[in-house]
């Protein structure tokens, strides 16, 4: 059973950035669809950003675009989400995901075969 471990979660003002990272443990990340996903108190999971495997497609939430950034860098074995301007909004815990049998043109929002443990992001006015 594939790992993803997380790290990159803290707390920042409004306004500010992070920067989360997560690589798989057992098999390259080469081989998935990453993503990743959020949930904050009281709410539903959400979708947040999707990267195809070799970094040619990206999707993104829209209450992220523009300020939030999906990468990888396959050669480090680590996927990445760059969060700029930071809203209170954004408050939540972020989850990384792979996707191993997805092959769409776009990353899909949906469908991921493993998670990570999840990392909080808080975000204060």
């Known amino acids: 059973q594939e790992r993803l471990v997380e790290s990159g979660g803290g707390s920042v003002q409004a306004g500010g950035s992070l920067r989360l990272s997560c690589s798989p443990s057992?098999?390259?990340?080469?081989?998935?669809?990453m993503g990743w996903f959020r949930q904050a108190p009281g709410k539903e999971r959400e979708f947040v950003a999707a990267?195809?495997?070799?970094?040619?497609?990206?999707n993104h939430a829209h209450s992220v675009n523009g300020r939030f950034t999906i990468s990888r860098d396959n050669a480090k074995n680590t996927a990445y989400l760059q969060m700029n301007n930071l809203k209170p909004e954004d408050t939540a815990v972020y989850y990384c995901?792979?996707?191993?049998?997805?092959?769409?043109?776009?990353?899909?929002?949906?469908?991921?075969?493993?998670w990570g443990q999840g990392t909080q992001v808080t975000v204060s006015s």
């Open positions: 995901a792979a996707d191993v049998h997805s092959y769409t043109d776009v990353p899909p929002t949906s469908g991921y075969d493993y």
């Open positions: 057992i098999r390259t990340v080469s081989r998935y669809i």
């Open positions: 990267i195809s495997r070799r970094g040619d497609s990206l």
